[in-house]
């Protein structure tokens, strides 16, 4: 495994992330992009192979060439799998995430949401799951929403916490066979595989989760791109009166995701920022 890194300003940062992110094939398996101090960002990059981590140096000096990337061959282990006895449990609001070792101690009146690390994003450690969280938290204080679809849902975190909460059903999308996989396992683990299931599908393409809309509350923690392309069929998700929570979304960014969704009558309720990432709450008119 090898870490490509950089560090500079936020104009050089973003380009580069974007490119990463967006290059098809991505040389890189994962890429992150947040603030490393008052007035620097920083850059990192995974990938399997030395070809491949040359190949992300490349792209992130043609598009940002004032960055000095840095390339480090990790320790032969499996990062994306490690136990999370390492990292502190998650609190945002009500709820509280964490692996079994820390909820079996966790504090009382707390929705316990049960996450081990594994190959699915969201562990709730990351500033945009988090700010899900914090917006799901928000949308809770006013409403229940009882139909819920998470597209591109990875550990099924988001979906499971509504369910705990109240909503009677939800359905999760996935473009990945094993997040799919994972996903469904975590809502056995929290108990609520009979009100959540996650499909192998784009968006809410799905003919079970299409004739199932209109639904009271969206998620879609995915990607910036996609996000503004998602606009018109998350609206049309929509149930009036229902509740949107978009993530993946870098602050500078923020602009033509509220474009996208402004434009369609939804209007912005709530804004969380969190390491340099936004989520979003839109509402839909009754």
Not at 7 to 26: H, Q
Not at 57 to 64: N, R
Not at 76 to 82: A, S, Y
Not at 132 to 152: M, N, W, Y
Request: hydrophobic share 40%; charged share 25%; proline share 6%.
């Amino acid at each position: 495994m090898y870490q490509i890194s950089s560090k500079g300003p936020r104009e050089a940062i973003e380009p580069a992330w974007d490119a990463l992110a967006w290059t098809d094939p991505s040389p890189a398996g994962a890429v992150d992009a947040k603030e490393d101090g008052r007035h620097a960002w920083r850059l990192d990059a995974y990938c399997e192979t030395a070809e491949e981590a040359d190949a992300c140096k490349a792209i992130i000096e043609e598009v940002s060439p004032q960055l000095n990337v840095v390339i480090e061959a990790l320790e032969d282990r499996d990062w994306v799998t490690l136990s999370l006895e390492g990292l502190p449990p998650v609190e945002a609001g009500r709820f509280i995430v964490a692996g079994s070792h820390v909820l079996a101690k966790s504090a009382p009146g707390k929705t316990p949401i049960l996450i081990e690390a594994g190959p699915a994003f969201g562990t709730g450690h990351h500033g945009t799951t988090l700010g899900c969280l914090i917006g799901l938290e928000h949308v809770l204080r006013s409403a229940r929403p009882q139909k819920v679809l998470d597209i591109g849902t990875g550990s099924g975190l988001l979906a499971i916490a509504a369910v705990k909460t109240g909503s009677r059903r939800a359905w999760g999308t996935e473009i990945d066979t094993d997040n799919v996989r994972v996903a469904n396992e975590n809502a056995a683990k929290n108990h609520v595989a009979n009100a959540f299931k996650t499909f192998e599908t784009g968006g809410g393409m799905n003919t079970t989760i299409r004739k199932d809309a209109p639904y009271d509350l969206v998620f879609a923690n995915i990607l910036f791109r996609p996000l503004v392309g998602l606009a018109p069929e998350i609206e049309r998700l929509t149930a009036p009166g229902g509740h949107i929570i978009l993530s993946g979304l870098l602050s500078p960014q923020e602009p033509l995701v509220r474009k996208a969704y402004g434009n369609r009558g939804l209007a912005l309720v709530k804004r969380v920022r969190r390491d340099g990432w936004s989520s979003l709450v839109f509402r839909k008119a009754d």
